[in-house]
């Protein structure tokens, strides 16, 4: 074979390779773009995945006491009441969190008015309803105070429901603070604003499951 007919040959096999190279990155780019367009019109299914697996949730159960934390003031003590009418609790706890300078000067209404407020027109009498703690100022803090309530008493189970993506934080401070002393169940409550299965379709939603991933985050580097 003479030089001219190998280079000859070398000058065919470029254009080849090339256009095998091409069709290639054409079919790979066709890949992603359908994985891409598949993945859009599922979205509604993958997010709805997400929410669940990041949501943990035991169900309502005979307890000690309820426990109404802190914020949440459209669900928290609305779920306590329902409990309390069931006949599942005897006693609802309130956290007593710390006030704003405007709820100190008498503007506003403290939380824990607030809560204590719908409970009793919710039906729950002042006699079943009780405070813990002081001053408190995040989940940790409450949490340790819950369980010095559940230690002076002698609780044995106590329930605090808290919104869908706040679960899995609360529950994992809440068995961090009372390791084997209490049962304490968090089931998940859904908010006016979203539920697990749509709560990408409202800012409230995206910004709560945000926040929590974060929240979270920070409290096992923490705690």
Same mark, same amino acid.
Request: with cysteine; hydrophobic share 45%.
């Given at each position: 074979?003479?030089?001219?007919t190998?280079?000859g040959?070398?000058?065919?096999?470029?254009?080849r390779?090339?256009?095998?190279?091409r069709r290639?990155?054409?079919?790979?780019?066709?890949?992603?773009?359908?994985a891409?367009?598949? @993945?859009?019109?599922?979205?509604?299914?993958?997010?709805?995945?997400?929410?669940?697996?990041?949501?943990v949730s035991?169900?309502?159960?005979?307890?000690?006491?309820?426990?109404?934390?802190g &914020?949440?003031?459209?669900?928290?003590?609305?779920?306590?009441?329902?409990?309390?009418?069931?006949g599942?609790? @005897?006693?609802?706890l309130?956290?007593?969190?710390?006030?704003?300078r405007? *709820?100190?000067l008498?503007?506003?209404?403290s939380?824990?008015?607030?809560?204590?407020e719908v409970?009793?027109?919710l039906?729950?009498?002042?006699t079943?309803i009780?405070?813990f703690?002081?001053?408190?100022?995040?989940? /940790?803090s *409450?949490?340790?105070?819950?369980?010095?309530?559940?230690?002076?008493? &002698?609780a044995?189970?106590?329930?605090?429901?808290?919104?869908?993506?706040?679960?899995?934080?609360?529950r994992?401070?809440?068995?961090?603070?009372?390791?084997?002393d209490?049962?304490?169940?968090?089931?998940?409550?859904?908010?006016? *604003? /979203?539920?697990?299965?749509?709560?990408w379709?409202?800012?409230?939603g995206?910004?709560?499951?945000?926040n929590e991933?974060?929240?979270y985050?920070?409290?096992?580097?923490?705690y």
């Amino acid at each position: 074979m003479t030089a001219s007919t190998e280079q000859g040959e070398a000058r065919l096999e470029r254009p080849r390779s090339c256009a095998v190279t091409r069709r290639f990155m054409l079919a790979l780019a066709g890949g992603v773009l359908l994985a891409a367009v598949a @993945a859009w019109f599922g979205r509604d299914a993958l997010l709805r995945d997400a929410a669940d697996a990041w949501i943990v949730s035991d169900p309502p159960a005979h307890a000690d006491a309820v426990a109404v934390l802190g &914020g949440g003031l459209e669900y928290r003590p609305f779920a306590a009441a329902e409990y309390y009418r069931r006949g599942l609790v @005897a006693k609802v706890l309130v956290s007593n969190i710390g006030s704003s300078r405007a *709820e100190r000067l008498g503007v506003l209404k403290s939380h824990v008015e607030a809560n204590i407020e719908v409970l009793q027109k919710l039906g729950v009498p002042a006699t079943a309803i009780e405070t813990f703690g002081r001053q408190l100022t995040d989940t /940790y803090s *409450e949490a340790r105070a819950l369980h010095q309530w559940a230690m002076d008493t &002698g609780a044995r189970t106590i329930m605090v429901p808290t919104d869908l993506f706040a679960t899995r934080r609360l529950r994992w401070t809440l068995h961090q603070v009372f390791g084997t002393d209490a049962l304490v169940l968090v089931p998940a409550l859904s908010p006016l *604003e /979203y539920r697990s299965d749509d709560w990408w379709k409202n800012e409230a939603g995206l910004i709560a499951f945000q926040n929590e991933i974060i929240k979270y985050i920070y409290y096992r580097a923490k705690y």
